[in-house]
């Protein structure tokens, strides 16, 4: 096994209370892998006046891949980075049900399913603005019939949807579905957004997919409005297997499919660029737990299984999900968002005991 090295970020309020167990049930595995530190947010502005100092880029530039705990804003320039500025384009977030898991649903045995989210575009560009700025534009509402600029005081957004970035996106969805379709999964792509209402902006992001679809004979492809697909999740949420989708509907529904499989605890998440990767839980920093030594550190320790993939360890990555899932078969020894009452570390160390 080759030597890697792994920038850890732990993250904000409850997330390094997921993040340090998992670093340690990682290290237990015994791989050639060096944990990197760097100085981030507050100890970023206590050393080098930072929230964000040059120090940590480079450590994040030299890194094979970044394992980053939930942020809420002393983090978020190096957020930022790690998927703007590495160009991390893809976010996959998977949605399985694991039998002892707390899921809402009377029949959640089989959902297994991911989400690939288009990560860089969209709303996400970040341009926001006064709408009295717009006039000079002499934009007129399509819906309204009425000039833009009339329509204030308020604020705008961008939405920007590039044929590039969708053609990469759906092409990393199509090439997970194959993926998936030699594990013994349907090979469906589903592409969904809005674009009855916004056929420029989502009607070409469908229209791109489909584009790309052609390309994939072996793999079956449909595509729903937004709104009948979020119907669809909760309905018949085992018919899906890979959905590609634009960036805010990404974040907003993925969080409806983790909640499915039980709740956003189990949220992994994977974002990938051609030559970099990062690996965060899909849920946030947890405020309102944090101290309690009571987060799931299950998304941290299934999106470093994910990363352990990445990083090409895959027999270590399939060992630390296997105890996972027989501790949730068991059953006794679950955080209290699944019904338990075991501290995080309780969590890892029973996963730790199992292998
Ligand atoms: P963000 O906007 O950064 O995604 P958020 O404000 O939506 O964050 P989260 O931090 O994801 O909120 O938390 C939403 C709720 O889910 C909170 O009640 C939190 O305690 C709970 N939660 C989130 N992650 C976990 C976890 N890993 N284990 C247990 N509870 C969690």
């Not at 804003?73 to 399985?96: D, H, I, M, S």
């Not at 009855?196 to 992001?205: E, K, Y």
């Not at 998304?299 to 027989?326: D, Q, V, W």
Request: proline letters at 6%.
């Amino acid at each position: 096994m080759n030597d890697k090295s792994v920038v850890v970020i732990e993250g904000e309020d409850a997330a390094p209370e997921a993040m340090r167990p998992t670093v340690a049930l990682i290290d237990s595995l015994g791989l050639p892998i060096e944990w990197v530190r760097p100085a981030i947010g507050d100890e970023g502005m206590k050393k080098y006046a930072s929230l964000f100092p040059e120090e940590s880029r480079h450590a994040i530039d030299c890194a094979d891949a970044t394992l980053f705990g939930a942020t809420s804003v002393k983090g978020f320039e190096a957020l930022f980075y790690l998927r703007w500025g590495k160009q991390t384009y893809a976010n996959v977030r998977p949605c399985r049900f694991w039998p002892g898991c707390n899921s809402p649903l009377a029949r959640p045995e089989g959902i297994d399913f991911v989400f690939v989210r288009e990560n860089l575009e969209d709303l996400y560009v970040g341009v926001e603005g006064r709408i009295e700025e717009l006039s000079p534009l002499g934009l007129e509402s399509s819906t309204a019939r009425r000039p833009l600029a009339s329509m204030g005081p308020g604020q705008y957004a961008i939405k920007l949807i590039t044929t590039e970035g969708t053609k990469r996106i759906a092409r990393f969805a199509f090439e997970l579905a194959r993926k998936r379709k030699e594990l013994g999964r349907p090979g469906l792509v589903t592409c969904t957004a809005k674009h009855n209402m916004l056929p420029g902006t989502d009607g070409l992001f469908c229209q791109t997919t489909e584009q790309v679809a052609a390309d994939y004979p072996d793999i079956d492809f449909e595509t729903f409005i937004v709104d009948d697909f979020a119907h669809r999740l909760v309905r018949e949420p085992h018919h899906f297997d890979v959905v590609v989708l634009p960036n805010l509907y990404g974040d907003v529904l993925s969080d409806a499919g983790a909640a499915l499989v039980g709740g956003l605890g189990l949220a992994a998440s994977g974002c990938f660029g051609d030559d970099y990767a990062y690996f965060e839980p899909a849920h946030g920093t947890a405020p309102d737990i944090a101290g309690k030594n009571i987060i799931n550190p299950t998304a941290t320790i299934l999106s470093a299984c994910m990363m352990l993939e990445h990083l090409e360890f895959e027999g270590p990555a399939s060992k630390l999900r296997r105890s996972l899932e027989r501790v949730y078969e068991e059953g006794k020894v679950l955080t209290p968002d699944q019904g338990g009452s075991a501290t995080a570390t309780q969590f890892c160390e029973e996963i730790a005991r199992l292998f």
